[in-house]
């Protein structure tokens, strides 16, 4: 199997105290085109892997009948219920903080910066059909540092930017964060991360509110 962007999860030791082996945990994307081989893997090595393919439904199901009781694999599963298919709804609709890059690979450049800030408002549009409220940091910041007399980089700015986008993130439900690289966007995740809010990463992850 050929994977696409393997992303560092946690770590955890699986008996503290009695052994010190240590587990390294993984995400990655594939589709059906990257299989690369039946599996197996290395018979001169004593391997003997079988791969299962199954729903994530279907999976959970089988955590809570007690059918899936390898701690690895539960671990990984509840991983992926916070972070890719999506946090458990509440009775109201969520509120969605939408992060992605701004000003990052924009060299100031109005038309790119313009063309960052359409693409997290496109994200609120599609969150807002899903019966979600959608929220960008942009929405609070930019009218306030304009309404106080400042602009792009200047001390105005770096007293409402971020910090006031932080303190609006801290009470939303959700982060989405969307598009490439972007330092700022990735500091958001990180606070939210911190003060256990669920991350996704795809818009799909985001189950619509019930009607």
Do not use: N
């Amino acid at each position: 199997m050929k994977l696409r962007e393997v992303q560092p999860l946690f770590e955890a030791y699986m008996s503290p105290g009695s052994v010190t082996e240590k587990l390294h945990f993984f995400a990655a994307e594939y589709e059906d085109d990257d299989l690369v081989g039946a599996g197996g893997g290395l018979v001169d090595e004593g391997e003997d892997i079988a791969r299962f393919e199954i729903g994530f439904d279907e999976a959970m199901r089988q955590v809570e009948a007690g059918e899936i009781v390898d701690a690895k694999t539960i671990m990984l599963l509840r991983w992926a219920e916070r972070h890719v298919f999506g946090p458990p709804l509440k009775a109201g609709a969520l509120l969605v903080f939408i992060a992605g890059p701004y000003r990052s690979g924009a060299g100031d450049r109005e038309d790119l910066i313009a063309a960052h800030v359409r693409a997290m408002q496109d994200a609120a549009v599609q969150v807002a059909a899903l019966g979600h409220v959608p929220l960008l940091g942009e929405w609070v910041t930019l009218p306030l540092i304009a309404a106080a007399g400042g602009q792009r980089g200047d001390a105005v700015w770096d007293r409402f930017f971020h910090p006031h986008a932080q303190a609006v993130l801290e009470r939303c439900d959700v982060v989405l964060r969307i598009g490439g690289e972007s330092a700022g966007a990735d500091a958001m995740v990180t606070a939210a991360l911190a003060r256990g809010l669920t991350v996704i990463h795809r818009l799909d992850a985001l189950r619509a509110r019930p009607a």
